[in-house]
C-alpha cells in the first residue's frame, strides 16, 4: 500500500473509531499504540494524528499526551467527519442535523443565484435538469447522483453569498451518502424531478421567489422522508434529494 493510501486507511479507521464513540472523549492516544494496532510506524502514526488534530478530534496535553474531544470541538462541517459519521451508530441524528442545516441554507442559495447567476450557469442549470430527467427515468442512480451534486453546488457558488459556497462539500457529502447507504430509492420520485426542473426554470427566468420555493420544496421532502423513515431519532451523538 503506497504511503498515501496508508495515511488514508489509518484516518479512516480513528475517525471512524472517535466519531462513533468506540473511542470515547479523554481517551489517550499513544503513537505507539496506534502504530501497533494498525501496523504502522510511528512516521506515519504522528501524521496522522497531526490530521486529526487539525479536525479538532483529538488535542495535545501536556504530560498525558493525545487525548480524544468530544464533538463540540470536531469540526463538524468537514466532508471527512460528516462521512465517518454517517458511517457509525450516530447516522440518523446527523441525516437529521444536515438536512436541516440544507433547509436553512439552500432555499437562499437558490435565491441568491435566480439574482446573480450569469448565463452560462443559468445554462447548465436547465441542461442539468433536463439530463437528470432522462436518467432518473431510466433508474441510472450513479450519473443522476453527479449531476445531482453539480447543480446544488452550481447554486450555492452562485447564491452571492460567499458563506455558501464552502457549503458545497457539504451538501455533496449528505447527497453522495444518502445514496452510498442505501436510503434513496432505486428511481428519483417523479415529483423531485419536476421540482429540479422548477428549480432550474425558476433560476433561467431569474425568478428568486419561485427559485427559493422550489428548493424548499425539495428539502422538504428530504426531511419528511427522514421523518418517515427514522421516527424518534435520538439527539446528535456521535424522497427527495
Same mark, same amino acid.
Given at each position: 500500500?503506497?504511503?498515501?493510501?496508508?495515511? @488514508?486507511?489509518?484516518?479512516? @479507521?480513528? !475517525?471512524?473509531? #472517535?466519531?462513533?464513540?468506540? *473511542?470515547? +472523549?479523554?481517551?489517550?492516544?499513544?503513537? %505507539?499504540?496506534?502504530?501497533?494496532?494498525?501496523?504502522?510506524?510511528?512516521? *506515519?502514526?504522528? $501524521?496522522?494524528?497531526?490530521?486529526?488534530?487539525?479536525?479538532?478530534?483529538?488535542?495535545?496535553?501536556?504530560?498525558?499526551?493525545?487525548?480524544?474531544?468530544?464533538?463540540?470541538?470536531?469540526?463538524?462541517?468537514?466532508?471527512?467527519? #460528516?462521512?465517518?459519521?454517517? =458511517?457509525?451508530?450516530?447516522?440518523?441524528? =446527523?441525516?437529521?442535523?444536515?438536512?436541516?442545516?440544507?433547509?436553512?441554507?439552500? +432555499?437562499? @442559495?437558490?435565491?441568491?443565484?435566480?439574482?446573480?447567476?450569469? +448565463? $452560462?450557469?443559468?445554462?447548465?442549470?436547465?441542461?442539468?435538469?433536463?439530463?437528470?430527467?432522462?436518467?432518473?427515468?431510466?433508474?441510472?442512480?450513479?450519473?443522476?447522483?453527479?449531476?445531482?451534486?453539480?447543480?446544488?453546488?452550481?447554486?450555492?457558488?452562485?447564491?452571492?453569498?460567499?458563506?455558501?459556497?464552502?457549503?458545497? %462539500?457539504?451538501?455533496?457529502?449528505?447527497?453522495?451518502?444518502?445514496?452510498?447507504?442505501?436510503?434513496?430509492?432505486?428511481?428519483?420520485?417523479?415529483?423531485?424531478?419536476? =421540482?429540479?426542473?422548477?428549480?432550474?426554470?425558476?433560476?433561467?427566468? =431569474?425568478?428568486?421567489?419561485?427559485?427559493? @420555493?422550489?428548493?424548499?420544496? #425539495?428539502?422538504?421532502?428530504? /426531511? /419528511?422522508?427522514?421523518?418517515?423513515?427514522?421516527?424518534?431519532?435520538?439527539?446528535?451523538?456521535?424522497? !427527495?434529494?
Amino acid at each position: 500500500m503506497s504511503r498515501p493510501a496508508l495515511h @488514508a486507511a489509518v484516518l479512516d @479507521a480513528l !475517525g471512524r473509531a #472517535i466519531t462513533s464513540g468506540d *473511542v470515547p +472523549p479523554g481517551a489517550p492516544l499513544t503513537l %505507539d499504540a496506534i502504530g501497533a494496532e494498525h501496523g504502522v510506524s510511528r512516521t *506515519v502514526a504522528r $501524521e496522522v494524528m497531526r490530521m486529526l488534530e487539525g479536525l479538532g478530534l483529538v488535542r495535545s496535553r501536556r504530560r498525558v499526551g493525545l487525548v480524544v474531544l468530544g464533538m463540540e470541538d470536531w469540526n463538524v462541517l468537514d466532508p471527512r467527519v #460528516i462521512r465517518w459519521r454517517l =458511517q457509525g451508530p450516530g447516522r440518523d441524528a =446527523q441525516l437529521r442535523s444536515l438536512t436541516e442545516l440544507r433547509h436553512a441554507v439552500e +432555499p437562499l @442559495a437558490a435565491a441568491g443565484a435566480a439574482r446573480n447567476a450569469g +448565463p $452560462e450557469v443559468r445554462g447548465e442549470l436547465l441542461d442539468l435538469a433536463r439530463r437528470m430527467r432522462v436518467l432518473g427515468e431510466a433508474g441510472d442512480l450513479t450519473e443522476f447522483l453527479a449531476l445531482d451534486v453539480r447543480m446544488h453546488e452550481l447554486l450555492l457558488r452562485s447564491s452571492g453569498n460567499e458563506m455558501f459556497g464552502p457549503l458545497a %462539500d457539504v451538501v455533496a457529502e449528505v447527497l453522495s451518502g444518502r445514496t452510498h447507504l442505501g436510503l434513496m430509492p432505486a428511481s428519483p420520485v417523479p415529483e423531485a424531478l419536476d =421540482q429540479h426542473e422548477a428549480l432550474a426554470r425558476a433560476v433561467a427566468e =431569474q425568478d428568486a421567489e419561485a427559485a427559493e @420555493a422550489a428548493m424548499s420544496a #425539495i428539502v422538504g421532502e428530504v /426531511r /419528511r422522508a427522514l421523518d418517515r423513515r427514522l421516527p424518534g431519532a435520538a439527539a446528535p451523538g456521535g424522497g !427527495g434529494r
